[in-house]
């Protein structure tokens, strides 16, 4: 299977994943990509096959895809559930299911294709010991899934040289751990000491526990970098809300600006930021004297 993901890579947002070719040898290793197949289909297909070619592997077979389906029917519904969840607009509905389509008739296509040396083999017990791998395990999944939600929220993170930092340029930055795609900067462009004006990303993603950035000022060619300890600074619920940095010579500022429903009244003080004038702005980095 060849996969590329684009924008909010996680392992909620697989309606953001772009499926070429599917293969049980990468479901064996990787079930997140096998939450949207439709395994009805492909299981009919595969024993119809069986059946035709080596019928008397077909009870066997029939026998151990009924005791998966028995042990990870549930929780594989519970999962597109929450991929469900994740559809915002109907663009994203006709994204997933198109994705839905793909997958399923990637993997049936290999089944499809299968020489009769390679069916044989998947009909006489291959295929049942591949229902036992841990990429057909969607009950251990769901429970991963699950906790890693916990820390998965709608936000936004973003930063504009542009406009809050001219005299800088961005060379390096990651917003947490989680290495999901929007989340940091591209490593391969970091090797090649390429520049990052400006990035924004929005959308259902991991809490930050920190945020790294290294810049360079164009006036002197200096070079800084600071890592921010983010896990007391923001608030427990930071849904819909934004983490926007701003470089000022050698600091550099963070900021948590509120999100649209809860903007700025006109009688406060506008904050530093001229594109989020509307909204609060909290300077939470550096600390600011009480």
């Not at 290999?110 to 998947?122: F, H, N």
Request: hydrophobic share 35%.
């Amino acid at each position: 299977m060849v996969g590329v993901a684009t924008e909010l890579k996680h392992p909620l947002a697989l309606v953001l994943i772009v499926i070429v070719t599917c293969s049980t040898d990468v479901l064996a290793e990787d079930s997140d990509y096998g939450v949207l197949v439709d395994y009805e289909s492909v299981h009919g297909l595969l024993i119809e096959r069986c059946r035709q070619a080596f019928p008397d592997s077909a009870p066997a077979l029939q026998t151990a895809i009924t005791e998966w389906q028995r042990k990870n029917g549930e929780p594989l519904g519970e999962l597109r559930r929450m991929v469900q969840k994740l559809v915002r607009t109907p663009q994203d509905g006709a994204h997933l299911n198109r994705l839905t389509s793909m997958l399923t008739n990637g993997f049936k296509e290999q089944v499809a294709k299968w020489s009769m040396t390679e069916l044989e083999k998947q009909c006489t017990g291959s295929y049942a010991v591949a229902l036992q791998s841990a990429g057909f395990d969607f009950e251990t999944l769901l429970k991963k899934w699950q906790s890693e939600r916990k820390d998965m929220v709608r936000h936004s993170f973003s930063f504009d040289t542009f406009t809050d930092s001219p005299d800088a340029e961005v060379l390096d930055y990651q917003y947490g751990g989680s290495g999901q795609f929007g989340t940091h900067a591209n490593k391969e462009m970091v090797q090649l000491e390429k520049v990052f004006r400006q990035w924004n990303t929005s959308g259902v993603m991991p809490r930050g526990e920190f945020l790294y950035v290294k810049w360079r000022l164009k006036p002197s060619g200096e070079v800084h970098e600071d890592k921010v300890d983010l896990t007391a600074r923001l608030p427990a619920d930071i849904t819909g809300y934004r983490i926007h940095f701003v470089i000022k010579g050698a600091q550099l500022y963070v900021y948590l600006i509120s999100p649209e429903t809860d903007r700025r009244p006109a009688s406060s003080p506008a904050g530093p930021l001229r594109r989020y004038s509307d909204l609060k702005q909290h300077q939470i980095y550096p600390d600011q004297a009480k």
